[in-house]
């Protein structure tokens, strides 16, 4: 699933797309992991793109006529920008028509991801979006903020993390990345956190994420940025799919938690 970094990358490849007008909508699939909204062609057609922006794992495009779409990638979605007359392919759901003959396709495999159209002085309000805990890289994200959530908490700091409820923006991926460039193990507790751990997990994520945002993402389960651009923070993984080699001398370990693979080193990861 695109985390934090990619999405930011897939809002930054879009804004070519800043102030460009959409002259059709072309519906190919009209369920994703939701019904794609029956009055989505209405709403946009006409308009003009004057922002583009991203919430947690959402990416949100703002027209000049009050109306945003959101939009999530899910497990496998992505978003391409072309230009010209092109074919449709396999899993392309929905196409964008724009000014100047550019495209914006919303290509998901897996169909896990979804579009919908709001008023955009709403968006907090929607379901989904209300529910979000602070992002990520967010300036308020603080150690108090942060112990509040998790200090009575019996659940360990990996799965913590992963909560889109209490720090948004986070995947399976640079959760791993993060405890371990923190030193803290993942199977640690929440509640036998200190507040000098819970610096050390903020300072870590800061650091990752924005990291990876430079490096345009991680390319790995398929993601590409609309522009057709690899990103290569993979090539920095300290942890993640590496179990069994060594880093510093310590092996690299893989345990499932949750369902999910989870990747850290014992011997360094022992606060």
């Known amino acids: 699933m695109p985390e934090l970094p990619e999405v930011e990358t897939t809002v930054n490849s879009l804004n070519i797309l800043k102030n460009k007008k959409v002259t059709?909508?072309?519906?190919?699939?009209?369920?994703?992991?939701?019904?794609?909204p029956?009055?989505?062609?209405?709403?946009?057609?006409?308009?003009?793109?004057?922002?583009?922006?991203?919430?947690?794992?959402?990416?949100?495009?703002?027209?000049?006529?009050?109306?945003?779409?959101i939009i999530h990638l899910g497990m496998s979605g992505r978003l391409k920008i072309l230009r010209n007359n092109i074919l449709i392919k396999k899993h392309d759901h929905l196409v964008f028509n724009f000014t100047n003959n550019y495209k914006l396709v919303?290509?998901?495999?897996?169909?896990?991801?979804?579009?919908?159209?709001?008023?955009?002085?709403?968006?907090?309000?929607?379901?989904?979006?209300?529910?979000?805990?602070?992002?990520?890289?967010d300036?308020?994200?603080?150690?108090?903020?942060?112990?509040?959530?998790?200090?009575?908490?019996?659940?360990?700091?990996?799965q913590l993390l992963l909560n889109q409820y209490i720090v948004a923006g986070i995947g399976n991926i640079y959760a791993?990345?993060?405890?371990?460039?923190?030193?803290?193990?993942?199977?640690?507790?929440?509640?036998?956190?200190n507040k000098y751990q819970i610096a050390t997990i903020l300072k870590s994520t800061n650091k990752i994420l924005k990291k990876a945002i430079r490096s345009g993402g991680s390319s790995i389960n398929d993601y590409v940025s609309?522009?057709?651009?690899?990103?290569?923070?993979?090539?920095?993984?300290?942890?993640?799919?590496?179990?069994?080699?060594?880093?510093?001398?310590?092996?690299?370990?893989?345990?499932v938690m949750y369902g999910r693979s989870t990747f850290y080193c014992p011997d360094i990861q022992n606060k």
Do not use: C, M
Request: proline content about 3%; glycine content about 6%.
């Open 24 to 36: 059709n909508l072309e519906i190919h699939t009209k369920k994703l992991r939701y019904p794609v």
């Open 38 to 69: 029956l009055n989505l062609s209405i709403k946009i057609i006409n308009s003009r793109i004057v922002d583009l922006r991203r919430i947690a794992k959402y990416v949100i495009i703002d027209f000049d006529k009050s109306n945003s779409i």
């Open 106 to 137: 919303f290509n998901d495999p897996r169909k896990f991801g979804f579009i919908d159209v709001v008023k955009s002085d709403k968006i907090k309000n929607i379901r989904y979006i209300k529910k979000l805990g602070l992002d990520a890289l």
């Open 139 to 158: 300036k308020n994200l603080s150690i108090d903020y942060l112990y509040k959530k998790i200090n009575k908490s019996d659940v360990p700091v990996k």
């Open 176 to 193: 791993s990345e993060i405890l371990f460039d923190a030193k803290i193990s993942p199977l640690i507790k929440g509640k036998d956190l």
């Open 226 to 255: 609309p522009d057709g651009t690899l990103g290569n923070f993979q090539k920095n993984f300290k942890v993640y799919g590496r179990e069994g080699l060594k880093i510093n001398g310590a092996i690299i370990k893989k345990i």
